[in-house]
């Protein structure tokens, strides 16, 4: 596991820490209902990308007791990268343009259990679950400007895959007004089949909530 991992799971323990200590406190229960949206940035942990790209999620959270939260959430990132080569030399020819475009997108669905608490105007929630992960990457291939001894074209491949996954979340929420807060939280997302892919999204948001 790499050292950004490492870091992570410290952070995450860190966090899932603080509703324990904010439980101890005499706290105001939660909304019943609450409402969700943030956007961020994706630490993907795949061995052939190197980028951040931007991430989105949305979440609802329902209070089963005073001090426990159901989350169901649903996230997502995209990043595309484009290299480009000219006067390639290729089967007794030359290549002029060769432009490679990599595609690649993760969608996430969680359902987690989170402890929570609170001191003051902020809430500290932390916990995790079990989820859903889909990848894709499109791969596209394109050869122009080619000598006479060289064919040009496109080509294209594609891969999508889906996994089971476990997760970790850990974050804050400040009271704004009323039932509206900000929060920012972290997610730790790791595929049951290959521990060694998902990644980390560190997010910021909005969330409305209601009931008592």
């Known amino acids: 596991m790499s050292t950004r991992n490492h870091a992570t799971l410290v952070l995450i323990g860190l966090l899932l820490a603080l509703p324990t200590a ?14 969700g949206a943030g956007i961020g940035v994706a630490v993907p942990a795949y061995e052939d990308m190197n ?8 979440d609802v959270r329902l ?8 989350e169901g959430v649903i996230g997502e990132w995209r990043h595309s990268e484009t290299h480009v080569s000219h006067n390639l030399p290729a ?13 690649r997108r993760e969608r996430t669905m969680q359902a ?7 001191q003051g105007r902020v809430r500290f929630s932390g916990g995790g679950g079990i989820g859903f992960l889909q990848y894709h990457r499109q791969f596209r291939q394109e050869l122009t400007e080619c000598s006479p001894q060289v064919s040009c074209g496109a080509h294209e491949s594609p891969f999508s895959s889906s996994s089971t996954t476990v997760q970790g979340v850990g974050g804050i929420d400040v009271r704004l007004v009323g039932g509206l807060a900000a929060y920012g939280q972290v997610r730790l997302t790791i595929p049951v089949p290959d521990p060694s892919g998902g ?6 948001g909005v969330r409305w909530g209601f009931g008592k």
Do not use: D
């Open 199 to 204: 990644g980390v999204r560190f997010m910021t």
């Open 63 to 70: 209070a089963l007791t005073k001090h426990l939260l159901f």
């Open 91 to 103: 089967s007794g020819g030359v290549i002029g343009r060769l432009e490679e475009t990599t595609t």
């Open 51 to 58: 980028a951040t790209p931007p991430a989105w999620e949305a």
């Open 112 to 118: 987690n259990l989170l402890a929570t608490g609170t």
């Open 22 to 35: 904010a439980a101890a406190q005499s706290s105001p229960a939660p909304p019943r209902v609450s409402f």
